[in-house]
Each structure stands twice: as C-alpha cells, then as structure tokens.
C-alpha cells in the first residue's frame, strides 16, 4: 500500500532554513507527480508546489515563489522541500501527497513545521 | 492564485442527504475539470473523495457524488452517517501549473 511518511519539521527562527523529506512507498514513485499541501494551525489547506514525475518541472504557489525549493531524488524515492527566509505565517503542517490528474490521491501524515523567535 | 469559494459549515441528521458548494472562477473551477474535493477529520491527513469533478477512488462509498455547473462545484454526500462529520475541502486546477484550495466546509451530523 502507498506510504508516504515526511520528516524535518521541528522549530526555526524567522529567516533561517529548514529541509523537509518525503518517504515513498507501495508505488512506483518515479512515475508521479508529487505534491507539497501545508495547513496553518485552525486553518485550511494551501497548495504549496508540485514536481513533476521526472523533477524537470517545478510549480510554486506565489506565496513561497523564489524562498521555496521543491525537489525529488528518485533513486532514495524521496521528495524534498527546502525552505529558506522563512516567515511566521510559514508555519503550518506540511504535507506531501502523491499527485494524480491535479489531485493528491495519497497523502503522508504530515509534519509541523513552527518558525518563532 | 484566489482561493475557491465555500460555505464555512453544513449540517444535516443522519440518513439525510447535503450538498456543499465550491465557487471559482473560469480560470479554475469553470476553466478544467480538474476538480477534486477532500474529506479530512479532525488531526487526520486529508483523504480523496473525489477527482476529476465526479469520480470516486476506489474504496470510498457512492453515497459521495459531486458536480460540476459553470463555476460552481459541488459535493453531495448521501444517507449521511456519524462518521462523515469531518471538514470537506475542494481544489481545483487553475491553469499554469497550478492548484488552488477551497477553504473548506465543516459538515456537521446532527
């Protein structure tokens, strides 16, 4: 069965960096397209960036456009998010999912990433 | 990149049917069929309900139905049961790569 289960969530201050992972598997995971959703704390989901199967194509929302790096080693089956000059309003669970006709048909547990001085 | 449009709560008594709405645009919701609507309990992941306006993954219950009409999408949920309270998001494609998010719809039993 697909098990996506994501790390590197914890604690950063304002204008530091953190790195997030996505473990894959049950799937072929080279053949997806892959998704990072976050969901500030009480609030709804916000599409955050996709890559494509292959990571030759990348697509950020504007609010995380040109802080936030989506990328993918597909030989380790892990999908990556760097996150740089983050932001109080950063703060949120992320979630990966794995993509399908624009939706994400399965999704990891999620991990909280809190930025805070 | 505007979030899609819907109602903050929706009720209904079990075995009742309810329908929540999800309002966008022609660059979105009109413009693709491209919608996909989530159901998500309380400190849970979100789960697929639906994709591409009206199909169902395999394993979730046909007492879930959506729509599509103009810019306006919308989930039915059927013979409603104690386990479908849960929060309801929709999503759409929204041209150039990109997803945009309802703000979702707490459906409450009664």
């Known amino acids: 069965q697909v098990q996506l289960v994501e790390s590197g969530g914890g604690v950063v201050q304002p204008e530091r960096s953190l790195r997030l992972s996505c473990e894959a598997s049950?799937?072929?995971?080279?053949?997806?397209?892959m998704h990072w959703v976050r969901q500030a704390p009480g609030k709804g989901l916000e599409w955050v960036a996709v890559?494509?199967?292959?990571?030759?194509?990348?697509y950020y929302a504007d609010s995380v456009k040109g802080r936030f790096t989506i990328s993918r080693d597909n030989s380790k089956n892990t999908l990556y998010l760097q996150m740089n000059s983050l932001r109080p309003e950063d703060t949120a669970v992320y979630y990966c999912?794995?993509?399908?006709?624009?939706?994400?048909?399965?999704w990891g547990q999620g991990t909280l990433v809190t930025v805070s001085s | 990149q505007s979030a899609l449009t819907q109602p903050p709560s929706a009720s209904g008594s079990p075995g009742q049917s309810v329908t929540i709405s999800c309002t966008g645009t022609?660059?979105?919701?009109?413009?693709?069929?491209?919608v996909s609507w989530y159901q998500q309990h309380p400190g849970k992941a979100p789960k697929l309900m639906i994709y591409e306006v009206s199909k169902r993954p395999s394993g979730v219950p046909d007492r879930f139905s959506a729509s599509k009409s103009g810019n306006t999408a919308s989930l039915t949920v059927s013979g409603l049961q104690a386990e479908d309270e849960a929060d309801y998001y929709c999503s759409s494609y929204a041209g150039s790569n990109i997803v945009v998010f309802g703000g979702g719809t707490k459906l409450t039993v009664l």
């Open positions: 999912a794995k993509g399908s006709s624009w939706s994400g048909v399965s």
């Open positions: 049950g799937f072929t995971f080279s053949s997806y397209g």
């Open positions: 890559i494509s199967y292959d990571g030759s194509s990348k």
């Open positions: 022609s660059s979105d919701v009109g413009g693709y069929n491209y």
